[in-house]
């Protein structure tokens, strides 16, 4: 699978896509937010890492942390090193029950049941979810507040429409101090 252009997609939407938006409606830059699910999610973690000023929420569902053996890890770095965010940023993390241990009720006993599982504790979508939140919130100063919950009943595809009703929830939150 062909993969990146993260950078190019991100210097679009600040230098394109923002702007064009902004000459059109009047935007609050510090209520500016950014969802994505899945690769989608790895990507609203680079931005974060990458552009931290960029959005004040960041919602990343089932964010595929573990791609490429957790290249990911190496933007966290230099962002723990130096997180310029805006003030009250927030960044929310999301899977499926069914991203956990757990095999969903129609993957038991299936042919496939053997490679799930073994899928599964290749991916962590939870745990390194929960290790990711916990090392964000345990930065000093906590530039960003990071939580993570678990939708009940999804997997990682039935998980998307969920994750699109919370990501507007979170989106549209007022605004308090952490």
């Not at 210097?11 to 000459?23: G, R, T």
């Not at 089932?62 to 053996?69: D, G, V």
Request: proline letters at 6%; a negative charge; charged letters at 20%.
């Amino acid at each position: 699978m062909k993969t990146g252009g993260a950078e190019e997609f991100l210097s679009f939407l600040e230098e394109q896509v923002k702007p064009m938006v902004e000459a059109v409606l009047p935007i609050d830059p510090d209520r500016q937010s950014l969802f994505g699910h899945s690769f989608g999610g790895l990507f609203v973690l680079y931005s974060l890492f990458t552009r931290p000023s960029a959005f004040t929420t960041w919602i990343a569902a089932s964010p595929s942390i573990y791609w490429e053996n957790r290249t990911i890890d190496q933007y966290y770095l230099q962002f723990a090193a130096a997180p310029k965010t805006r003030e009250n940023a927030k960044l929310f993390l999301s899977c499926g029950e069914y991203e956990t241990d757990k095999l969903a009720p129609f993957q038991i006993g299936a042919a496939d049941e053997a490679e799930r599982l073994a899928q599964k504790k290749v991916t962590l979508n939870d745990a390194n979810a929960i290790e990711l939140m916990e090392r964000l919130n345990n930065l000093p100063g906590r530039p960003i507040h990071a939580q993570f919950e678990i939708h009940a009943g999804e997997n990682h595809m039935s998980l998307l429409p969920v994750a699109v009703n919370r990501a507007i929830q979170n989106a549209f939150a007022i605004r308090k101090s952490v």
